[in-house]
C-alpha cells in the first residue's frame, strides 16, 4: 500500500533558524504581494543538471508592526544563484550569496 503525504502545510508558519559562517550564507527575498504561496527554486549559476534543488514557499513574515511576503533560503554555499518559479526555468532573479552573511534581494515585480 502506498501512502501519500502532502507537504507541511504549516512550514514556513514560524522562525527560520539561520546557520550561516565559513562558505555558507543564508538569503531572504522580498516578494510583491499576492504571490504568497508560491515555491520558488533557486539553482547556483553553475548548475549542471544534477542534483537536488532547493525550493521555499512565499509567506508573509512580520517586519516591524507589519507583515512582508518573502523568501527565505536558510542555508547556501557561497556564489552566484538563479531565482525562478517552481515548474517553470524563466530566471526571474540572479544574485549572490557571501558566505557567513545574510544576503538580501527583491523580486521584480
Known sequence: MTHVHPENPHAGQGSVLLDIGGDVGALV????DGLEGREVEIRPTTYDGSGHLPHVAVVRRPVGTSTVPSLVFPELREGRYQLYEKGTHDVRLVTEVTG???????WPA
Do not use: I, L
Request: hydrophobic share 55%.
Open 29 to 32: 527575498v522580498t516578494m510583491p
Open 100 to 106: 557567513g552573511v545574510v544576503a538580501e534581494a527583491t
